[in-house]
């Protein structure tokens, strides 16, 4: 790993890098993994920050904004302690995605790509998540939600706000 001044990345970053980098010997392999440690110190990918490690892993900042805005996972701004992404795809539209979606907007009181005012939820569409039998369907996190009702939606955003 190239020595630059750290700015960004905090010790436990750093230290995952270091070990990414034995992991991958060829390089542009690493960039996920990279991008993965960056979203996890900041909840988003912080520009700064990737030019940073990019730099520490002499890897050209390019694939790493690449992979940046081909994957859904990273948002590229900050977002709520909680990002939710309601699929939209056809099972789901069929199922009712479209009032799901409705719903949520009017029960955080913000529209797509918007966070709440209390930072604790933001909420996008995405166009698929893999869980066609579980329609109407969303992802919390890192964490899938099936089969969803306006019941099941107000248990889980108040078990989140409890949490």
């Known amino acids: 790993m190239q020595e630059t001044a750290r ?12 070990k990414l980098e034995v992991e991958y010997p060829d390089k542009q ?15 988003y990918l912080d520009k700064e920050a ?9 890897i050209p900042k390019v694939y790493f904004e690449e992979a940046a805005t ?3 996972m ?3 701004e900050p977002r709520g302690k909680y990002l939710i992404q309601v699929c939209q795809n056809i099972c789901c539209t069929l199922m009712g995605a479209e009032e799901l979606i409705d719903y949520l907007k009017e029960k ?5 790509g918007e966070t709440s005012k209390d930072k604790m939820f933001s909420l ?24 969803l009702t306006r019941a099941k939606v107000d248990e889980i955003l108040e078990n989140l706000r409890n949490s």
Do not use: W
């Open 7 to 18: 700015k960004l990345l905090n010790k436990e970053s750093m230290a995952r890098l270091k």
């Open 29 to 43: 392999s690493v960039v996920l993994s990279v991008l993965h440690v960056i979203y996890d110190q900041f909840g």
């Open 50 to 58: 990737v030019e940073e490690a990019a730099g520490l892993m002499s």
């Open 70 to 72: 081909f994957y859904t």
């Open 74 to 76: 990273f948002p590229l």
């Open 108 to 112: 955080l009181n913000i529209d797509m």
């Open 124 to 147: 996008v569409v995405v166009e698929c998540l893999g869980a066609c039998g579980g329609a109407p369907m969303l992802q919390i996190n890192d964490l899938y939600y099936e089969y």
